[in-house]
């Protein structure tokens, strides 16, 4: 991978998880069936070692590790398209808070 590509994902995923450490809330709806809302904890290990770990998230990382970590009503799956529109990937969507999002 060029070093240059590295640094800038490096660099957004270390703001990415800085910002993970604001607790979310969730807005009072009225709703007609039961909802079970998570708090987001924060992150202790936000440390990021490039191609090893960012924080907890390792290449090995499940998406029941993702649920332990962030809770299951903080993850949507995803279809993205790949470089240029080529190809497409199932990804898995972590919504932080306040508009912020991690894509696996």
Do not use: W
């Not at 660099?11 to 990415?16: N, P, R």
């Not at 450490?21 to 069936?33: D, S, V």
């Not at 497409?88 to 306040?98: E, G, I, P, Y």
Request: net charge positive; proline share 5%.
């Amino acid at each position: 991978m060029n070093s240059s590509i590295k640094g800038i994902a490096t660099a957004t995923l270390a703001l990415l998880l800085n910002y993970s450490a604001n607790p979310a809330f969730a807005l009072l709806q009225k709703i007609n069936h039961p909802v079970t809302v998570t708090k987001l904890q924060p992150l202790i290990d936000t440390l990021i070692v490039p191609g090893e770990r960012v924080g907890p998230i390792t290449r090995t990382t499940t998406k029941q590790d993702l649920v332990k970590l962030f809770g299951a009503s903080h993850l949507f799956d995803k279809t993205i398209s790949g470089a240029e529109g080529i190809g497409s990937f199932a990804a898995t969507q972590v919504n932080l808070n306040q508009g912020r999002c991690l894509m696996f």
